[in-house]
């Protein structure tokens, strides 16, 4: 399954955009720019948590922005703004992120560490 979307305005949700997405089963992939292009590629598997945000403006005009939470270096935040049919391509990304990292037998954990203290007895 693939899903291609473009960037919209917000006046009446208008493509009047450089920025296309594509969310295929490996990964998204956001295209931008008119001149001087620009590609960023994320593998499923690196996405740990997506999240669907909906303005009022965008809710009457049918749109949604989609940001995806990365473990991705270069870009640890993903965001896919003011597309259409935003929820169903959430919960796309959040189960095909799962079987991904399923696929590929990752493991995705987080640093509940004591903030940078230290242990005050090393060696209790």
């Not at 945000?53 to 940001?67: M, N």
């Amino acid at each position: 399954m693939e899903y291609v979307e473009r960037k919209r305005l917000l006046f009446f949700g208008l493509p009047w955009t450089f920025t296309k997405y594509t969310v295929r089963e490996d990964d998204v992939v956001i295209n931008s720019g008119l001149l001087k292009t620009y590609e960023n590629n994320c593998y499923m598997y690196k996405i740990q948590d997506v999240e669907l945000q909906i303005s009022l403006a965008e809710r009457i005009f049918g749109l949604g922005t989609v940001v995806c939470f990365t473990g991705d270096t270069t870009h640890p935040k993903l965001t896919l703004e003011r597309i259409k049919n935003a929820k169903e391509i959430k919960d796309y990304i959040l189960k095909a992120s799962e079987e991904a990292r399923r696929k590929r037998r990752t493991l995705n954990t987080l640093d509940i560490g004591s903030d940078g203290l230290e242990d005050p007895d090393p060696d209790a």
